[in-house]
């Protein structure tokens, strides 16, 4: 396990070179970069216009430009150097905000924290007890109900569901249950803790059922089926035979090798640092890492974009790692090789 674990993370350093000289040559090559909107602002301001070429601009002005974002080089060149400066988490600049990238994505991790892991949570919270009741109760009113439930959920985009929400709930066109924007109230500093608590949730209701309605489906379906199938085994079986009890058969025996598909998902946990939704963000006015990296990628804010792609491509990789060492914890018969 340490040899397949120690090659895993020297595979990790190609794979990530790979995607981010990938990342970097695609955003590059996109039209409008900083440097062609600094000049249509110069251009504009002067009442020239907006065209695509430097007319207008004195060549010193389009050099000085050039060099204040980094476009004086090569890109080759510019990519080496951004390389270099990762390694201590130099993200650079932010051409779109003046600040720099660590702390414009500090800015928005609380934000995407705050949902990511309050999702996932909620996910597996719902996914596991309802695939189980739904296993052992194969073929009952319950199952076929809570599956045609579960289709209908997983069957509405998320954001046709949050317009529906918004204008049913939301102070649309009818009732006025739920705030929209932000994630507390004005008030919110004057709240009592439990007050507080209840403001956030309250705020939290019509983002977090978009985020999490689609997302437990999967795994519902995946948790019955795979108990269903450990249920099925000739050990199940056997212990049946000894006459254990059933809650005995299920929950001890049958669950725990049920669990190991679960787990798949259990490394994308990394990745509620950087969760985020453009659509459920937009539709309900959240500024978090959806919209951050929608509003980078219009305005060509080419490092935060990267620092987004480069972090999240890391967690990622990590996170598939250790689902793969939680295969072995689980279930020693798994072998990585």
Known sequence: ????????????????????????????????????????????????????????????????????????????????????????????ESFKYQRPVVDVLLDKLPISLQFGITSLLLIYMISIPLGIAKAVRDGSAFDLWTSAALMVAYSVPPLILGILMRQFLAGGAFLDIFPLGELYSDQYQSLSTWGKIVDRAH????????????????????????????????????????????KSVIYKHALRNALIPILTGL??????????????????????????????????????VMALIFLQAVLAMIGRLISDVTYVLVDPRIDFQ
């Open 1 to 92: 396990m340490f040899k397949y674990t120690l090659q895993r993370m020297v595979w990790m350093v190609p794979t990530l070179f790979g995607i981010t000289i990938v990342c970097f040559c695609l955003i590059n090559i996109a039209p409008g970069g900083p440097v062609e909107q600094a000049l249509s602002r110069i251009r504009f301001g002067a009442g020239q216009g907006s065209g695509g070429s430097a007319m207008g601009v004195s060549n010193e002005i389009l050099e000085n430009i050039k060099k204040q974002y980094g476009f004086d080089k090569p890109a080759h060149i510019r990519y080496f150097i951004w390389l270099k400066n990762i390694v201590t988490l130099d993200f650079g």
């Open 203 to 246: 705020h939290f209701v019509l983002p977090l059922t978009c985020y999490v309605v689609n997302g437990f489906t999967v795994l519902v379906l995946l948790m019955k089926n795979s108990l269903m199938e450990e249920i099925r085994l000739d050990y199940v079986r056997t212990a049946r035979a000894k006459g254990l009890e059933e």
């Open 267 to 304: 490394g994308g946990f990394l990745t509620v640092f950087f969760a985020g939704s453009i659509i459920i963000e937009q539709v309900f006015n959240i500024d978090g890492m959806g919209v951050l990296g929608y509003n980078a990628l219009l305005a060509r804010d080419y490092n935060v």
